[in-house]
């Protein structure tokens, strides 16, 4: 069992639909986060959430929605997507947030 | 402006070789740290080494040594003896103290392909 899990893997949705991602880490870390990764772009930190409380929103749209219910899960919240967010959305967890991050596999977001 | 550069997008190595893949940096803190991440088409980013920039000596992490060069802001990752299975993206990273919180930037990554 990896220590971060994230699903679904592959998800294709519909613009008008709502979906959500969720993301479990089992290391016992204290801050967690989203990243997006697009086709040829460097990551983007979307959010961050060190105890619970988010502490990053890199102006991201609010058709993204986080939610964090405890310290080891992790959801993100999708309604009326766009097709330029298709990405490879990543998820992960760390002890504090000056410290090694560990990935989850990603969830393949597919908007059509 | 470009904080993390990665110049080589793409490479070709002979397996066995070492191979380094190039990182620089820009940045006026004085105290930051270095990542590098392998992501393989599964798609996991899996941590490999990490370099703080008070620490004198380079990091080493099996196969892995992350040549630390402070003054040129360079962090480039060599590995030694390479293996079919260490084809993937490498991401550099740079950990900054940014607005009361820690952030990574990243690069845009170097897909390093081993030949057989």
């Known amino acids: 069992e990896t220590g971060v899990t994230q699903t679904p893997r592959h998800l294709v949705m519909g613009m008008t639909n709502k979906k959500s991602l969720k993301c479990e880490q089992h290391l016992g870390h204290n801050a967690m986060y989203w990243y997006k990764q697009s086709a040829k772009k460097p990551l983007e930190l979307m959010f961050v959430?060190?105890?619970?409380?988010?502490?990053e929103n890199n102006s991201v749209p609010s058709r993204f929605s986080p939610e964090c219910p405890n310290s080891s899960h992790l959801f993100l919240h999708l309604h009326t997507l766009q097709p330029e967010d298709s990405a490879l959305y990543l998820c992960?967890?760390?002890?504090?947030?000056?410290?090694?991050?560990?990935f989850g596999q990603g969830t393949r977001l597919t908007v059509v | 402006a470009q904080k993390i550069t990665q110049t080589q997008p793409g490479m070709f190595v002979q397996e066995k070789e070492a191979v380094t893949l190039d990182c620089t940096y820009d940045?006026?803190?004085?105290?930051?740290?270095l990542f590098w991440y392998k992501q393989p088409s599964s798609g996991e980013m899996i941590f490999l080494i990490y370099q703080g920039s008070y620490d004198e000596q380079n990091a080493t992490e099996g196969r892995y040594s992350l040549n630390f060069q402070k003054a040129r802001k360079s962090a480039n990752l060599v590995i030694s003896a390479s293996q079919l299975g260490d084809s993937a993206m490498y991401f550099c990273?740079?950990?900054?103290?940014?607005?009361?919180?820690?952030?990574?930037?990243w690069g845009a990554g170097t897909k390093l392909i081993i030949k057989p």
């Open positions: 990273a740079m950990r900054e103290f940014r607005d009361s919180n820690y952030q990574l930037i």
């Open positions: 959430y060190n105890f619970k409380e988010q502490t």
């Open positions: 940045t006026s803190d004085q105290s930051y740290g």
């Open positions: 992960a967890s760390s002890q504090a947030e000056n410290t090694e991050a560990f």
